[in-house]
């Protein structure tokens, strides 16, 4: 009996291979049974494939770690994953409007933009929110996306303007704008480093020279989609752009252009009901595009092969107005009922969790979202919300289990 093994006699390496089956939990348990287990478990090489393993805190790509201010450290990673997981947050109302809108949000480095009617709001999220006004804007902004210091909007006089984010005074000036680049509303706008481009209610894309040149009234060129655009997006290469309809015209609801010979490309192939309109979409990847629409179905496109690998239905049956990604895993998409939010693991086949982010009795649209590792933020039509997973004494509010007992 004298040459029995006790489990903290054990050499190190032995030790770091038996906790690397453990669960989070039980290493935090362990690390509280003497000193030496605390040592080993504190060290990183034990939590480097725990934290590449979690959806949302994963932190893979470099352009989802941009808006992740600031990053996770790897211990820290599981926890806030759980919390994402089964519903341990809290809700805060960032700001508000006493009239309805259809707002839009985009997440950066250290600012959350909001459009609220015809103003644009930078909330300042490193400094008490602190918050920045665009003046001066005659009409409602439909769509922006925020490059390189520049704002790009679409508005609902069919006028595209620009602003940039000054250094000196960190304020939000007018740079220029193109008043009458669509007959109606602008619904969708992207930029790559050659080109803006811009979509419209009147069935059309326009192409315009980039920011930073002069920029004229005269579009580089036009594609004629005969059907009302509800959404675009440029690839990360900028080799093509996928625009999405509303899917009540002659041709599909989603088609891909070069955006050197501005042709069309003939490679998807599927079925689509009418009326299957796109809402959103975002590239994970240049040969990885997800959208979301009308049809209630968030789909995954290989550009490969032209086909839609894999599709996943929301779980109350809404229509998806928005999404966004990690551009690994994890997406999350915005829906048509009670400002709900469904977190989804492309690992999955199955939605991960959802959350409510309206206030009261309330119903909206959850028009738009974005999140970063720690955070979740939604615009309802009145109010602009954060959801924050990073704390440790959060109530839990697993609607999942809700849903699930509702279809028994």
């Known amino acids: 009996m004298a040459n029995v093994w006790r489990l903290d006699t054990l050499p190190s390496d032995v030790l770091i291979i038996i906790f690397d089956y453990c669960h989070a939990f039980d290493l935090v348990r362990l690390s509280e049974v ?20 979690p959806i949302v805190t994963n932190q893979t790509s470099s352009k989802f770690c941009e808006r992740c201010n600031p990053l996770l450290c790897l211990r820290k990673k599981w926890h806030v994953s759980y919390n994402w997981e089964y519903g341990r947050y809290e809700k805060k109302v960032l700001y508000w409007k006493k009239m309805k809108l259809m707002p839009w949000i985009q997440l950066t480095n250290d600012i959350l ?18 918050v920045l006004v665009t003046d001066n804007i005659t009409s409602d902004i439909c769509k922006f996306v925020v490059r390189n210091e520049c704002i790009i909007a679409g508005h609902r006089d069919g006028s595209v303007q620009f602003w940039v984010k000054s250094r000196s005074n960190e304020s939000i000036d007018f740079y220029c704008s193109i008043d009458r680049a669509h007959t109606c509303d602008v619904n969708a706008v992207d930029e790559t480093s050659k080109a803006i481009i811009s979509g419209s209610g009147d069935g059309t894309v326009k192409v315009w020279g ?43 609801p989603l088609r891909i252009f070069d955006l050197e010979c501005y042709s069309q490309s ?23 595009l997800l959208t979301c629409g009308y049809d209630t179905y968030v789909r995954k496109w290989d550009m490969r092969t032209g086909t839609c690998v894999c599709a996943w239905p929301d779980p109350t049956d809404a229509s998806l ?14 829906t048509q009922f009670n400002g709900k939010a469904v977190l989804w693991d492309q690992r999955q086949r199955n939605y991960v969790q959802f959350y409510f982010l309206n206030i009261g009795r309330t119903s909206s649209p959850l028009y738009s979202v974005d999140f970063d590792s720690s955070h979740l933020y939604g615009a309802t039509d009145q109010h602009l919300i954060q959801l924050t997973f990073s704390g440790y004494s959060y109530t839990q509010i697993n609607y999942k289990d809700i849903l699930t007992y509702a279809y028994i």
């Open 210 to 252: 980039p920011v930073g040149q002069r920029i004229l009234n005269v579009p580089l060129t036009t594609l004629n989609i005969e059907d009302r655009v509800w959404s675009l997006s440029a690839d990360p290469t900028s080799a093509k752009i996928a625009v999405g309809s509303a899917g009540i015209g002659n041709g599909p």
């Open 266 to 288: 003939d490679m998807l192939k599927h079925y689509w009901r009418r009326g299957a309109g796109i809402l959103d979409m975002v590239w994970d990847s240049p040969q990885v």
């Open 321 to 334: 107005y928005c999404i966004s990604s990690d551009y690994q895993y994890t997406m999350i998409t915005g």
């Open 34 to 53: 003497c000193t030496r287990f605390r040592d080993i478990i504190r060290e990183e090489i034990l939590w480097i494939k725990k934290s590449n393993q």
């Open 113 to 130: 933009w909001w459009s609220a009617g015809n103003r644009l709001y930078g909330f300042k999220l490193n400094e008490n929110n602190r």
